[in-house]
């Protein structure tokens, strides 16, 4: 009966190291898969300072990763408040409520540049269903503005052409 127990004992602790290798795989791969990615990807703990960022997000604003450990992530937002679209109590506020936050905000970068960002807020629990704080996902938006505003600037002079031609255009 006593090598029963052993055996079952023994039996339990494969399983249990056997889940822990299955989770540290697990883990590695999503590593690799966030320090690949070009969305810039970072967590916080509840009081949103920086718990990890990935290296898009280093490049995406200038900072390496040691300097924004720990910090609050007001370090990103513009000086004049109204530029940066939605604060940061107003983002994470809206993902406490609605589980996530996701718009368009302006941030700036470690040179001071001012960025547009499409920024999805969500909110992180543990297995127990406590929430432990927020995972956000950045893409720039720097370009689409530019084509944007090309193709602003391209209708308005195809209107004018258009409304200053002597003869109509058919």
């Known amino acids: 009966a006593a090598a029963l127990l052993e055996l ?22 999503l590593s690799a898969a ?27 604003f200038g900072y390496r ?18 530029l940066a679209g939605k604060t940061v ?7 406490r409520e609605m589980g996530m936050f996701d718009g368009e905000v302006v941030r700036r970068a470690s040179d001071g540049r001012l960025i547009p960002i499409l920024l999805r ?4 629990h543990d297995e127990f269903g406590s929430a432990t704080g927020y995972v956000a996902t950045m893409t720039d938006r720097t370009e689409i503005r530019r084509f944007e505003a ?9 209107r004018n052409i258009f409304e200053h031609a002597p003869l109509g255009i058919v």
């Open 89 to 95: 109590l107003q983002t994470t506020s809206q993902a």
């Open 8 to 29: 079952r004992l023994a039996r339990r602790r494969l399983h249990t190291q056997y889940l822990d290798l299955q989770q540290a795989e697990s883990m590695r791969k």
């Open 65 to 82: 990763a040691e300097e924004l450990l720990g910090c609050a992530v007001r370090i990103l937002m513009p000086e004049d408040e109204a």
């Open 34 to 60: 966030l320090a690949q990615t070009d969305e810039a990807v970072a967590l916080t703990d509840l009081d949103a300072n920086y718990i990890y960022v990935n290296p898009a997000f280093s490049r995406l």
């Open 150 to 158: 090309a193709l602003c600037d391209s209708e308005q002079r195809m």
């Open 121 to 124: 807020v969500s909110l992180c």
